[in-house]
């Protein structure tokens, strides 16, 4: 197991910006390629971005593309989703998970650790 947490949700008016994280306590994500997903009320789960273990690799959904940057910091232990030019569409939980990165980005078997999730409200 590898206990995800993830913080940095909230209330956001549209245009607005927020920097989500993903962390890990015990264990160390190095290994791991993270992944970003968000699920919205009545909607299916939706890949955002994913960045390999070195970080050398990003994928971005084209909803997304051009607006959120993911990076991770590993000294940090701390992957990170930087969120530009908010839309009232982005409105989810959004959740970080360990497992393959891939394009496009989706979440499969290989996901098998997943934070508690995170909510981003963009609405005036």
């Known amino acids: 197991q590898v206990p995800l947490v993830e913080s940095g949700g909230g209330l956001v008016q549209p245009g607005g910006s927020l920097r989500l994280s993903c962390a890990a306590s015990?264990?160390?994500?190095?290994?791991?390629?993270i992944g970003w997903f968000r699920q919205a009320p009545g909607k299916e789960r939706e890949g955002v971005s994913c960045?390999?273990?070195?970080?050398?690799?990003?994928n971005y959904a084209d909803s997304v593309k051009g607006r959120f940057t993911i990076s991770r910091d590993n000294a940090k232990n701390t992957v990170y989703l930087q969120m530009n030019s908010l839309k009232p569409e982005d409105t989810a939980v959004y959740y970080c998970?360990?497992?393959?990165?891939?394009?496009?980005?989706?979440?499969?078997?290989?996901?098998?650790?997943w934070g508690q999730g995170t909510q981003v409200t963009v609405s005036s």
């Open positions: 960045i390999s273990s070195s970080g050398g690799s990003t």
């Open positions: 998970a360990a497992g393959p990165c891939g394009r496009p980005v989706v979440a499969g078997p290989g996901h098998a650790y």
């Open positions: 015990v264990y160390t994500l190095e290994p791991y390629d």
